[in-house]
């Protein structure tokens, strides 16, 4: 078929521009992170091997197929290596990098087509946010049940897989069965809230007998509290504090996508150990590359984030991470850490009335002073190191490969060390190489055996 004159010109302009683009970016910078590694004629292992490099050769990343990095080769070829074998520099600039030339998200299925704001969700902005009702129950309504997820996993191939995670938190039955009934109703989960407190005692130096007993008799109650307790406490905050990041920043209006991460979410979340929390999943208007993990199941994204991921197995590798923090109960452990001082400050002003009052109103008194601010608090390093290997033990058990999560903490780390983009997530979160190494160092082990789905 003949092209007429304006298609020509048309395609000449489109290839002329590609070519402008890859001139200009050159390609991503990257060193091979393997003691030797054989690059691949295509994306493939089957195809034939085309050369092998040495540890520490540096390396130009042109493109990405799936788990495979499209790198340029001597002579004008290219061949492919696997996300692993390689690792990305740090980007320069925010405008620079392959996450933002040659990663970025492609148009298509649940990619967002109006443009995010690029507001930033500092601590500032989620501690002066107001809870926003009609966003929550917006957010909740997107919410899909196990069966649903089970049905979007069969239309997809995405096969469970019994994948053992020894140090993954596992509640007590009676938990479970309170996290069920639960999540029919958010109202019904929102009663008999408990302070979050521990050991007074240990904040009140030098204080009278009195109060030091009156703070004794606290902490037996706070530090005694069952499983189901602390999950109703969950229930709680979750919720409380979900308002707060949309008051924010709202979700993106486009329910394809606010379906398809809840469809993704639920599926892995009925992989972990909560299965039965009341798993709730959004995306909100934010450029910058970031996500927030509530407690008792409340977990969101920015567009920013969103608009970086490639495919569903990406998607479900964010998520992934983000699952973990609910499991472990991090943030709660953070919101119940800080509490601690504020109720220890709080029964030497009172003199600890043991006749009650204090700890029913402490942990929402508390949310109501620091708003969301609470989800930009810095979590142990460990706890961050723990959620990247959760991700890859849940991507394996929902029919993903594991090394998901390495090639999205790759596309990250290409937009760079100071990029506007990313200032929210470093200050929250170890430094990205550092994450990569923990992951190289940790292997895959017992996940070997899914790393060629």
């Known amino acids: 078929m003949k092209l007429s004159m304006p298609r020509i010109l048309l395609a000449t302009l489109i290839l002329t521009f590609s070519g402008l683009v890859m001139a200009a970016t050159g390609g991503s910078p990257a060193t091979v992170a393997k003691p030797k590694v054989d690059v691949h004629a295509a994306a493939s292992f089957g195809s034939p091997t085309v050369t092998t490099l040495r540890n520490k050769a540096a390396v130009s990343i042109v493109g990405q197929e799936g788990l495979w990095f499209k790198i340029a080769l001597d002579g004008g070829q290219t061949g492919y290596v696997r996300v692993n074998e390689v690792r990305v520099a740090y980007g320069k600039s925010d405008s620079g990098g392959i996450g933002a030339a040659l990663f970025t998200g492609r148009a298509g299925q649940g990619r967002t087509t109006e443009t995010a704001s690029v507001r930033g969700l500092d601590e500032s902005t989620l501690k002066s946010a107001h809870f926003d009702a009609a966003q929550l129950e917006r957010m909740e309504s997107y919410r899909v049940s196990a069966a649903e997820a089970q049905r979007a996993a069969e239309r997809n191939h995405w096969v469970a897989t019994s994948v053992p995670f020894a140090s993954e938190f596992k509640p007590s039955q009676d938990s479970n069965q309170n996290a069920s009934s639960g999540s029919s109703s958010r109202a019904s989960s929102r009663t008999g809230l408990r302070a979050l407190g521990g050991a007074l005692s240990s904040f009140l130096p030098g204080s009278s007998s009195g109060v030091a007993s009156a703070a004794a008799n606290h902490s037996d109650a706070i530090v005694g509290k069952s499983d189901a307790e602390v999950l109703q406490e969950e229930l709680e905050l979750g919720p409380m504090l979900a308002g707060r990041i949309l008051g924010a920043a709202p979700l993106v209006n486009d329910p394809a996508i606010q379906r398809r991460v809840n469809l993704i979410g639920r599926w892995l979340a009925s992989q972990t150990s909560r299965p039965d929390l009341p798993w709730t999943f959004g995306v909100i208007d934010d450029g910058e590359v970031n996500a927030f993990a509530a407690p008792g199941g409340y977990i969101l994204i920015t567009k920013g984030l969103y608009d970086l991921l490639t495919s569903d197995a990406e998607v479900a590798a964010v998520l992934g991470h983000e699952l973990s923090h609910v499991v472990q109960r991090d943030h709660y452990e953070v919101i119940r850490k800080q509490e601690l001082q504020a109720a220890g400050r709080e029964a030497v002003m009172s003199q600890v009335n043991t ?99």
């Open 355 to 453: 006749g009650g009052g204090l700890a029913g109103s402490l942990a929402r008194e508390f949310i109501e002073r620091n708003g969301a601010a609470i989800m930009m608090t810095q979590l142990d390093r460990n706890a961050e190191y723990r959620a990247d290997q959760a991700a890859g033990i849940y991507l394996a058990r929902g029919g993903f490969n594991p090394l998901e999560l390495y090639a999205v903490l790759q596309k990250m780390a290409s937009l760079g060390s100071s990029s506007s983009r990313m200032a929210s997530l470093y200050k929250t979160h170890p430094p990205l190489d550092k994450r990569l190494d923990a992951l190289d160092k940790r292997g895959y082990g017992d996940l070997q055996a899914y790393l060629d789905r």
